[in-house]
């Protein structure tokens, strides 16, 4: 008995080491566990951080893209000052920053009934026009509030209620407390609808906005108001000499409907209206006796008289954003093959606007009388014409001329003043 109790006990203190082992296994287990579940938690942290990185970087990028568009549209503010190239860009980079399907621009025109000018941007192209349309009902109380606003397309007929296809935001453009018209931006190209802090991004956008169209204004009345001056000072000058009385407005109606024949686009019909009207502007800087001398010039003379081009240059340069006029007008007495004044350029280094004056300013020399030779036949001058092509004119523009002048000439030349 006493024998089986001694190995009882033998036997219990020989498990003793196992059993303290497998408690200890017990607690790194449960350590184990806890660690796990650390480590668990500290993943779905990290999942959600990475989560917000992207989401913020997503954020940035979106936020780096509208500033490079403002950026954009404050450069246009500071470089444009042509009010259709204006508006133009306006709507597209605002239509772009917006990411809406259509932008369009409305500016009231004061002292016209109610009415608007527009320009649109979008439906899957650049379509601008300039329209002029009544203001709508809903427009008139747009303009009234002077407020911005989110049109929210949800739960409404917005085309019913606000003639517009789904939701809109509408930015009023105010020039010193009055609302001179307003920017539409229809339909998120994401199909999401606006949001507050857009609505704030384009109010702002749209004080920058109206800066740029009072300058632009402000310039086109400085330029008319130029143009008005000098081509009074056009007429004094013709007027004081009986030979060239009549001769610019001669030269600049022949020279717009060549234009139009040819198929210049309108900026360049415009170029080509004020250098044919201001092309001799340079002879305001010639001495009268040398200008109106009968008979023949001396050499000295004649050089005299070959700097009005670059006098003409020089009046017109505080208008800089005549280059092309300015450039018609210097180049009006180059030579198609090289041998002409002031600078002796030659084909299509000449613009196309002074090859044409070139022709039309030569015709009207022929075809009226001078100090210097005597009147030619208008089938005379044509000859001329026909003998200089290629020489002193481009022989396109002269071959384009007498076309036009095969298919209308008594209209054109009556219209243009001549006595048939
Ligand atoms: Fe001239």
């Not at 779905?44 to 549209?73: D, M, P, W, Y």
């Not at 019913?160 to 190209?189: C, Q, R």
């Not at 802090?197 to 310039?219: C, F, G, K, M, R």
């Amino acid at each position: 008995m006493k024998s089986k109790i001694i190995s009882n006990v033998k036997r219990l203190f020989q498990a003793m080491p196992a059993l303290k082992h497998k408690q200890q296994l017990e607690s790194v287990n449960a350590d184990l566990q806890f660690r796990l579940e650390e480590v668990k938690a500290a993943n779905e942290t990290a999942i959600k951080l990475l989560k917000g990185v992207k989401s913020k970087n997503a954020e940035l990028e979106k936020a780096v893209e509208r500033l490079r568009i403002i950026t954009n549209v404050c450069m246009t503010v500071a470089s444009t000052v042509d009010t259709d190239e204006l508006l133009k860009s306006i709507i597209s980079m605002t239509a772009e920053l917006a990411d809406v399907k259509k932008g369009t621009i409305y500016l009231k025109q004061y002292g016209k009934p109610s009415l608007t000018f527009n320009y649109t941007y979008g439906a899957g192209a650049q379509a601008f026009g300039d329209i002029s349309s009544d203001i709508s009902s809903v427009y008139s109380e747009f303009m009234a509030s002077g407020d911005s606003k989110i049109i929210d397309g949800r739960g409404i007929d917005v085309k019913k209620h606000y003639g517009i296809n789904n939701s809109a935001v509408w930015v009023p453009l105010k020039l010193k407390g009055l609302v001179i018209g307003f920017m539409l931006l229809e339909d998120k190209i994401d199909g999401t609808f606006f949001l507050k802090d857009e609505l704030d991004l384009l109010t702002t956008l749209s004080n920058q906005v109206v800066v740029a169209i009072e300058n632009a204004w402000l310039y086109e009345k400085v330029k008319t108001n130029y143009f008005s001056t000098i081509h009074s000072l056009v007429n004094a000058l013709e007027a004081n000499d009986r030979y060239t009385k009549g001769h610019s407005e001669r030269v600049r109606y022949l020279s717009l409907e060549l234009g139009k024949f040819i198929g210049l686009d309108n900026r360049e019909l415009e170029v080509l209206e004020h250098a044919a009207v201001l092309h001799d502007i340079g002879k305001i800087g010639i001495a009268t006796t040398v200008l109106h001398k009968e008979g023949t010039l001396t050499v000295d003379e004649y050089g005299v008289i070959k700097t009005h081009p670059l006098i003409g240059d020089q009046i017109l340069g505080p208008i800089n954003t005549l280059e092309g006029v300015r450039t018609t007008i210097l180049q009006h007495h180059e030579r198609y093959d090289g041998k002409g004044y002031p600078h002796g350029v030659s084909g299509e280094e000449i613009s196309i606007m002074a090859r044409i004056l070139s022709v039309i300013d030569s015709f009207d020399a022929m075809i009226t009388e001078r100090p210097y030779r005597k009147v030619l036949s208008q089938s005379k001058a044509k000859e001329e014409l026909k003998l200089g092509a290629g020489s002193q004119f481009d022989p396109d523009i002269v071959n384009a001329f007498l076309n036009m002048l095969e298919a209308k000439e008594e209209a054109l030349l009556f219209t243009a003043g001549y006595s048939l």
